[in-house]
């Protein structure tokens, strides 16, 4: 079984720009969770999507957004990038709801120059 | 607000050598806990987990010990081999936070032939 698929893997960008990342749960997954991994620090939690209805938010500026499809894939929008957005960006999903086990995709490389 | 907090890495060890990594936490009512474990150049797994106290995660001849006394969820392994190196990451997921994960910072292991 395919596990969390992320596109692209690594993404250059340079500051002003914007930029849209993709996620694609296990099959059957209904929740999706997105973080932020900076190098060297454990992830940072940015939204959580179930049922296509944003459940939940972390500490990040209005220029992240993210929306969830019918097909329960997930897409991660940063407007106006900065130098420290720079940084691994991981998809989650889990089951039915993100209180079940969340299993992460292998991430996108984000740099932003 | 919910915290976790590693001991610092790099962890050095030799191969067959004892693993002790420890996590310690803070969080209102009651948390569960995890360990992920990140291979170089993968994204991140789950490793074990352990839902309510005295619980005894296990997996891969890794432990863990659910222990709210002293809110530890400390990582064990008897004998480490040279594939275990990776960064380990704990991680806590509170019900009254909508679920999200709260992360330590990482502890890289280097086991050595």
């Known amino acids: 079984d395919a596990g969390v698929t992320q596109s692209p893997t690594h993404l250059i960008k340079t500051r002003g720009q914007q930029v849209t990342l993709r996620c694609s749960p296990i099959?059957?997954?209904?929740?999706v969770s997105w973080y932020q991994q900076v190098l060297g620090q454990g992830p940072q939690f940015i939204f959580q999507?179930?049922?296509?209805?944003?459940?939940g938010r972390g500490n990040f500026p209005d220029r992240f957004s993210a929306r969830q499809f019918p097909n329960y894939s997930s897409e991660l929008n940063v407007n106006a990038l900065l130098l420290g957005d720079s940084a691994l960006y991981l998809c989650?999903?889990?089951?039915?709801?993100?209180?079940?086990?969340?299993?992460f995709g292998p991430g996108t490389r984000l740099t932003v120059l | 607000g919910d915290s976790v907090t590693q001991m610092e890495g790099p962890v050095t060890l030799s191969e067959e050598a004892f693993l002790t990594i420890n996590c310690t936490y803070t969080a209102t009512g009651y948390p569960s806990l995890f360990w992920y474990v990140q291979y170089p150049g993968e994204g991140l797994q789950l490793l074990l987990k352990a839902t309510k106290a005295d619980d005894k995660g296990s997996n891969k001849g890794f432990e863990a010990t659910y222990r709210k006394e002293t809110t530890s969820f400390h990582l064990e392994k008897g004998s480490v081999q040279v594939s275990d190196s990776a960064v380990y990451f704990c991680a806590l997921r509170a019900p009254d936070s909508n679920y999200q994960l709260i992360w330590g910072a990482g502890t890289k292991l280097i086991i050595k032939p």
């Open positions: 989650a999903s889990s089951l039915l709801s993100p209180a079940d086990t969340q299993y």
């Open positions: 999507y179930y049922e296509k209805e944003e459940r």
């Open positions: 099959s059957g997954h209904k929740s």
